[in-house]
């Protein structure tokens, strides 16, 4: 497009024409450099910012790359073309999406910005064509942090230009070639499984799809495809993998959508070390493409020991405060909490904080109140002080055992001692989210520091005591730990599974199992599970038969791709690493889903809604 062609000010409310010549970008918003200087350049972008110095106009112009600062200079006077290009570029307001030609020159060093990539240079415009116009945007997306998250997902589209998401993304997508090219490497294939199949119970609610042509059938959403893949080693595909969406209807938080993506994997003929490795190998390459060490070695820490030192399977190694258990010393003072809590079966527990004295009366009640979140009835504490002593809180009940209790806290002066009192699952749950809360609260985590850790030897089960029997802790496919299962099956909560996590400073990236391969140990643990033959039957047939005709040993993991992009970012929220992602309450603001459906469509599918909601 020429510039004689282009749209005068007073008639920019026109749509323009124009060539598609202009759309040929030479370089992207974030490419141009020093060595570029001398150059003429063409790009296209949107107008981050809008700055008249008196005759001279600056743009800041953004693509997804970066931002490129171009100048528009006042027009010497008879240049007609000059004078038209200028008026034009004072029309221009953030977002527009726009198209220039010009020569690339050297800013000067008195103007040089350091916050660019491409803050030596800036582009002296010669043409300027206007591809499209914005209204007011509802936020600049150089703001959104004074923009509310439903604000910022109703509007993603003016959300995704921010260099933050865009990096997001964009390490995504890098991250998951990575993942790809590891495994092809090292000869697994990729095989997608339906979205499309029956609900079975795997530990949350399904997403339910009525079967419009199956007469009161439903299909479920996959909460993972575990029992597919399991049928594909079966198949004798050997090793397999996919990079999959899978759907879980559960209450959701920081790290949780209730559809996610996920590196799925399996392999026959193996062991835990194999599909440790392999993991290990993946994690490697994308620790590498994101800039971070991996260690060489992966430390293994067995469930009993990070329960007992950490209060949770999925530990965060990168500071102290492990769980003490100090029933001996508390056995010995007449504090009915400690007492009562020992007599009745439970345990007591405690915590050291450093420098956790300067934390005020205000803040350790608050603190006991938090705890109530986690089951605890409150929160005991007192200070170190000098000379051995303590000071607050319940300091005159720990007079007798103060100076031993110090000693085996490793104490000193300035500290925070934490209790736990009850039951022994209430007080690991309540100080070990305590040690991460105040690791977080205290700054103690230092940015850029990973610390990685296998977590093997899970218990089989666990029992429900709301219901009265056992649940899988992992899921009903994990193969028991074989010498176990041959001495305690009387005893099924001492039976240690052949599961492993993979942990990341407190968040679990991925677990996964050696499988049962065997219909009889399968049908053994589903009838501890309190799944009769019939029920097996009627949810897992499909499973047991295959099983019957030589299944391989096999097993596998899968990744949270979403989990595992969030760390590599450092992103607080996992919403910050997924495109389009559901608010904690499960809607998406940008398209208003969940939505109603009308009558008719519900009647096709033979379904009508009980108790509707009237209408406002």
């Not at 092809?184 to 294939?189: E, L, S």
């Not at 904080?353 to 986690?374: H, I, Q, Y």
Request: overall charge negative; hydrophobic content about 35%.
């Amino acid at each position: 497009m020429n510039l004689k062609d282009l749209t005068p000010p007073n008639r920019i409310g026109k749509i323009m024409s124009y060539s598609k010549d202009v759309l040929k970008r030479t370089h992207t918003c974030g490419q141009l450099r020093s060595s570029d200087i001398d150059k003429d350049v063409q790009m296209c972008g949107w107008v981050r910012s809008y700055r008249d110095h008196g005759g001279v106009l600056f743009i800041d112009l953004r693509d997804r790359d970066g931002v490129t600062q171009v100048v528009f200079d006042s027009p010497e006077d008879g240049d007609a073309t000059g004078q038209q290009r200028y008026e034009l570029a004072d029309t221009l307001r953030n977002e527009w999406v726009i198209a220039i030609s010009g020569t690339v020159r050297p800013r000067g060093k008195d103007r040089i910005n350091p916050k660019l990539d491409t803050g030596e240079i800036e582009i002296v415009a010669t043409q300027l064509t206007i591809l499209n116009r914005s209204e007011s945007v509802p936020f600049e997306p150089d703001e959104f942090g004074k923009t509310s998250e439903d604000t910022r997902l109703q509007y993603r589209y003016i959300d995704l230009r921010r260099p933050e998401m865009t990096r997001a993304l964009r390490l995504r997508h890098k991250i998951t070639t990575a993942m790809r090219n590891v495994l092809d490497a090292d000869g697994f294939v990729e095989v997608e499984t339906p979205f499309l199949t029956r609900s079975t119970p795997e530990g949350a609610r399904d997403f339910l799809v009525p079967a419009r042509m199956q007469e009161e059938g439903f299909y479920a959403l996959p909460q993972s495809p575990q029992l597919f893949k399991q049928i594909l080693m079966v198949g004798g595909l050997d090793k397999y993998y996919q990079v999959v969406r899978c759907f879980r209807d559960e209450d959701l938080r920081a790290d949780r959508q209730p559809e996610f993506t996920q590196l799925d994997l399996e392999m026959s003929f193996c062991n835990e070390e194999d599909v440790m490795g392999v993991t290990n190998d993946v994690l490697r390459k994308v620790c590498e493409v994101s800039g971070i060490k991996f260690p060489e070695t992966v430390d293994v820490m067995r469930y009993d020991e990070a329960m007992k030192r950490f209060g949770t399977d999925r530990p965060d190694l990168r500071f102290g405060m492990e769980l003490i258990e100090i029933d001996d010393l508390a056995g010995a003072t007449e504090f009915g909490v400690f007492t009562n809590a020992i007599k009745s079966g439970g345990c007591v527990q405690c915590v050291c904080v450093p420098g956790g004295a300067e934390l005020t009366r205000k803040e350790t009640d608050a603190l006991a109140e938090w705890s109530k979140m986690f089951g605890a009835k409150g929160l005991a504490v007192t200070k170190v002080v000098a000379g051995k002593k303590l000071e607050t809180g319940i300091a005159k009940f720990l007079a007798p055992i103060a100076e031993q209790l110090i000693e085996k806290m490793g104490a000193a002066e300035g500290d925070l001692l934490c209790f736990g009192a009850d039951t022994k699952k209430v007080v690991l749950r309540v100080l070990g989210e305590l040690r991460c809360k105040m690791a977080r609260e205290r700054k103690m985590l230092a940015d850029g520091d990973y610390k990685w850790i296998w977590i093997v030897d899970f218990p089989l089960v666990e029992y429900n005591e709301d219901e009265k029997r056992y649940d899988a802790l992992h899921h009903p496919f994990t193969s028991p730990n074989i010498d176990d299962w041959n001495d305690r099956q009387d005893k099924p909560e001492t039976i240690r599974s052949r599961a492993y996590d993979i942990v990341c400073n407190g968040m679990e990236m991925g677990g996964g199992s050696i499988r049962i391969h065997d219909t009889k140990m399968q049908s053994k643990v589903f009838e501890m599970l309190g799944i009769g033959a019939e029920e097996a039957r009627e949810k897992f047939g499909f499973l047991l038969d295959a099983l019957k005709f030589g299944a391989p040993p096999h097993g596998g993991l899968a990744l949270g791709l979403d989990r595992v992009v969030m760390s590599m970012i450092g992103a607080s929220s996992i919403r910050d690493v997924i495109a389009f992602p559901k608010t904690q309450r499960g809607t998406c603001p940008l398209t208003n889903a969940p939505g109603r459906v009308d009558e008719a469509q519900l009647a096709e599918l033979n379904l009508k809604i009980a108790n509707p909601v009237e209408k406002p």
